[in-house]
């Protein structure tokens, strides 16, 4: 008798399953707010590479030019400056308590001869 009803719930088994209508998940409010989202994310993401190619590239170009632009005015300058022999040392300039443990003991680290100038005393 047991076995019988473990036959026919097996039989049944099968109908019950054809029985089941497909749902359409597309109705569903989750999935439609995922795709207005999903939208959203797609209209923001075009604005964003817009502005990177009409905007932002331009003004990296401007900035570029204008730091150029300004390089070579500092060094004409630059140029217009008397050479270093013949610039005045103030007295808090190039102060030596004792050697350097490099070179020759008087430069710095980083050193440049340059743009540094270390007028020796004639002591």
Request: glycine share 4%; with cysteine; charged share 25%.
């Amino acid at each position: 008798m047991f076995s019988r009803a473990v036959l026919r719930a097996a039989a049944q088994q099968p109908r019950f399953a054809a029985r089941n209508t497909v749902r359409n998940f597309a109705d569903n409010a989750f999935n439609k707010e995922r795709a207005a989202v999903k939208e959203h994310a797609g209209k923001s993401a075009e604005l964003w590479r817009k502005l990177s190619i009409y905007f932002v590239i331009p003004c990296v170009g401007l900035a570029g030019l204008n730091a150029y632009n300004l390089w070579n005015e500092h060094w004409e300058h630059e140029k217009h400056l008397p050479p270093l022999s013949e610039r005045t040392e103030y007295p808090f300039q190039n102060i030596r308590m004792k050697n350097f443990p490099w070179g020759d003991g008087d430069k710095t680290l980083f050193w440049n001869e340059n743009v540094n100038y270390h007028k020796q005393d004639d002591e």
